[in-house]
């Protein structure tokens, strides 16, 4: 897997897909966009279940549809 595709910057370090601002490992989102996000999106996102992989494709597609971080909306 190239580091592009995970999410990290050329020198390897991991940003924050909606702000570019650092995030710590196994965050989807620096902490001030996650904590931007609304509540059940919160809960959804941090559930890892076999859908994980798919509610982290939605929240990336609507952060590259510009939707703002208070609107994004997961599958449950
Ligand atoms: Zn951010």
New binding site residues.
Partial sequence: MSSRSNGADPAGNLV?P??A?PREVGHY??L??WRALPARAQASLKRRDRLARSRLRELLDQLHDGTPLDRIEVAP
Avoid: G, R, V
């Fill in positions: 924050c909606s702000c601002l989102l620096c001030a966009c």
